[in-house]
């Protein structure tokens, strides 16, 4: 397994807990990135997303006026403010937002190595 480096930029993230599912949801910003660059990975009390968001095709010549949005490889550690079961982990990928949502573990087992969750993202359009 290859691990991402922690280079590029963060992007921005929600992570709330959900009392009715009993789960962890995490939002993470990553517009524009691609799909199949998407890895989420549990590391201890950590959720680690890696990906790309490649820079679009800018043939023409341009000078910037204001220029915010960072393109490239991303990485975002995220702490878990309680135990996952992360065998039950899922993902989707819709309008620019992944999700990931991960059910509360009813003990207290954390995972002492990495764990590269094995995810399914979905694309969805509205």
Not at 34 to 53: C, K, M, Q, Y
Request: proline share 6%.
């Amino acid at each position: 397994m290859i691990r991402p480096h922690l280079a590029g930029f963060e992007p921005s993230a929600d992570v709330f807990i959900d009392e009715e599912s009993a789960a962890v949801v995490v939002t993470v910003d990553v517009a524009g990135a691609d799909p199949e660059s998407l890895r989420v990975e549990i590391d201890e009390a950590h959720l680690l997303i890696s990906g790309r968001r490649p820079k679009p095709d800018r043939s023409r010549l341009y000078s910037f006026v204001q220029k915010e949005i960072a393109y490239g490889e991303f990485t975002r550690r995220i702490h878990l403010p309680v135990p996952v079961e992360y065998d039950h982990a899922s993902a989707t990928y819709v309008d620019g937002m992944l999700v990931i949502t991960l059910l509360i573990a009813r003990e207290s087992y954390v995972p002492a190595t990495r764990t590269e969750i094995q995810l399914i993202v979905k694309r969805n359009a509205w």
